[in-house]
């Protein structure tokens, strides 16, 4: 089938069918994965730049990986070490990137839209790694083949997703994501960390009860608290907030017995998260979801460079 997306930074604009491509060449990528020589010459020739100006553990090194084993050339670049602190443009930055004819910008900010930015100066392919509170598209891609691998299937689950919904660009890519794959989706959280009409987000429920929600959940999708994007307290204490919102031994009696619970990390152990729940041997599906990162983002940039479902011998 055909994909015609030059960048990956707004998943409203993929349908179902460029999402599922999406999945079935990370599928296929998995089996590169799993063998003693762990490469490919797929993307030999090209070159693709890292600009993460935020901290990133999974998201960078997944695509670092990534693209070393689609042998393509990478340059590390962002943060304190350029030349952004001498007052130097993110126009002018890109423009000098771009002048050593690179292909495909990786694309981490706290500031929403930059990425939009660099591909509007760039007129290269961009990926959009997460930018503020807006949107975070391969970790939804990632989510998302996670979730297809444990159930087979994504339409008609139903997925909650518990926590700090209004400062999440995890929730930005993930809900309307689901709700294209025809998942059902419910929100859980307090009236402070959630919008005022969740509506306008695409979902079908939203409530304050984790412990009413839990019971009907397939999908049990933890948020992190972002305490570097909270102004005020929007909760007493983190104390409280596991208290009602923590998914801990004695909630997980509640959950159905095939349900799952994902993270896109990294967790505040103790606050949205106890221990015995984020490793808990059949349930937990966090590390699945970190090895799907190396999986779902050799397939964007296969994609997006060019490479057809037909055309992959891995
Ligand atoms: N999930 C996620 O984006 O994690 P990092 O911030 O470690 O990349």
Redesign the pocket.
Known sequence: MAFNHRNLIDITEYSADDLMLMLRTAERFRSVNERRVKKLPTLRGYTVVNMFN?????????FEIAEKRLSCDTLNFGGSSTSTVKGESLTDTVRTLCSYKIDLIVV?DKHAGVPRKVADVSGVHVID??DGKHQ?PT?ALLDLYTIWQKFGHIEGLNVGIVGDINHSR?CGSLIPALRTLGAHVTIVAPATLRPARPEVLGVEHATARLDEALPDLDVVYMLRIQRERLEGAPYPSLREYNMLYGLTEEREKLMRPDAIVCH???INRGVELDSFMADHPERSAILDQVYA?VLVRMAAMYLLLGGSDDGLTA
Do not use: F, K, L
């Not at 935020?54 to 997944?62: H, L, N």
């Open positions: 935020e901290p990133s553990t999974r998201t960078r090194s997944s981490r790694a997460g975070h970790q995890v896109p990390g990294p990162g």
